[in-house]
């Protein structure tokens, strides 16, 4: 079982910044990736962005393609997804995921069993 755990989110004003962080036990092979994904409210939880541990390579859903960055830290087992000019409907609860198997990364993060999940972290942007 592979070891997956957000960071505590937090609340911030609209247009602004919040970077989450993710510790995971994934192995530094070139089939594994980690991602984020948002549950927000009266939505079917949305897969946001991964990176794959060993070539560094990112994907993007396009609704957060320019404001969010996911990176890494190969050192730590650490990811990060760094959130820029944020709005209300950012608000959700933000999980982390990391390929199960060798074959976990073919699939989206929608199809979640393919994935170790963590418990999820609040994220609240509000005036």
């Avoid at 897969?47 to 541990?53: Q, V």
Wanted: proline share 2%.
């Amino acid at each position: 079982q592979v070891y997956v755990e957000e960071s505590v989110g937090g609340s911030v004003l609209p247009g602004g910044s919040l970077t989450l962080s993710c510790r995971h036990s994934a192995a530094y092979s070139s089939y594994n990736c980690v991602g984020w994904a948002r549950q927000t409210p009266g939505k079917e939880r949305e897969g946001l962005a991964r990176i794959w541990i060993a070539s560094n390579s990112t994907v993007y859903a396009v609704s957060v393609q320019e404001r969010f960055t996911i990176s890494q830290d190969i050192y730590r087992n650490m990811v990060y997804l760094r959130m820029d000019d944020l709005t209300p409907e950012d608000t959700g609860l933000y999980f982390c995921a990391a390929s199960r198997t060798r074959r976990s990364c073919h699939y989206s993060l929608s199809q979640s069993d393919h994935y170790s999940w963590g418990q999820g972290t609040q994220v609240t942007v509000s005036s």
